[in-house]
């Protein structure tokens, strides 16, 4: 079954905006986002539902980080996880971690043996996210 984001906006005036987005494309719910934006007296709302779906800038730092830190060895969720935190000084949960790890094998960014739960990465190569 196809992902699907749904993404709902009621303002204060009672106007309600629905958007359905047939994939998990985190840029291009980041440009809805950002004309709802415009659209939107009370964008303090819109800011934080920008906030959750900009994954991209999360992404790219995972990728970065393991390129940098790790090179071509293998590595766990833990060692990503730690690393994170300590180089970003930001909270993350492991399982937001886990997904990025799982999209980047998903592009051909990561190698990954094991079993689940316990899998180890390796970095392949870089691609354009």
Sequence with gaps: M???VKIEFEDEDG????IEIPYNDPEKI?????????LSSTSSHIQQLNDRYDDK???EKV??????????SYFTLSDIYALYKLKYN??????????YLNRLY????LDRIGKRGRYKF????????
């Excluded at 106007?15 to 629905?18: M, N, R």
Aim: no cysteine.
């Design 2 to 4: 196809a992902k699907k």
């Design 15 to 18: 106007t309600k905006i629905k």
């Design 30 to 38: 980041y440009l809805y986002l950002k004309s709802l934006q415009s």
């Design 57 to 59: 800038k999360i992404i």
């Design 63 to 72: 990728e970065e980080l393991i390129k940098l830190e790790f090179g071509a």
């Design 90 to 99: 930001e909270e993350i949960p492991k399982s937001t971690l886990s997904t």
């Design 106 to 109: 998903e592009y051909g960014v």
């Design 122 to 129: 390796r970095y392949l190569k870089s691609v354009n996210l």
